[in-house]
């Protein structure tokens, strides 16, 4: 499956913005999903992920009760709805698909899109 990552771009803290990742080749609800993001001179972490039926979503504690994770599936479309953004959230996000529920190891999923960056000013 093929991930391209959009919405990124620069916001003022408290702010919000709408990620979105546009999957296609093969079927998008095979897959798990999930964010995650890669500050500089970070490693990559963990944001949230979703199950195949949109039905469970999981967070990092990080940005549990801000951020809200979605996924349409007969749009091959995946969503990150990120509000009250703060400087620490400044990173570049990817959107990636897996086969495991409740994955949140990088190495757990197989596909990745290619990234989308994220500003927060303060």
């Known amino acids: 499956v093929q991930l391209q990552a959009s919405g990124g771009g620069l916001v003022q803290a408290g702010g919000s913005l709408r990620l979105s990742c546009a999957a296609s080749?093969?079927?998008?609800?095979?897959?798990?999903m999930a964010w995650f993001r890669q500050a500089p001179g970070k490693e990559r972490e963990f944001v949230a992920g979703i199950n195949w039926s949109s039905i469970s979503t999981y967070y990092a504690d990080s940005v549990k009760g801000r951020f809200t994770i979605s996924r349409h599936n007969a749009d091959y479309t995946l969503y990150l709805q990120m509000d009250s953004l703060q400087p620490e959230d400044t990173a570049i996000y990817y959107c990636?698909?897996?086969?495991?529920?409740?994955?949140?190891?990088?190495?757990?999923?197989?596909?990745w899109g290619q990234g989308t960056l994220v500003t927060v000013s303060s």
């Open positions: 990636a698909a897996g086969r495991s529920p409740y994955s949140s190891r990088w190495f757990q999923f197989d596909y």
């Open positions: 080749g093969r079927t998008f609800s095979n897959y798990v």
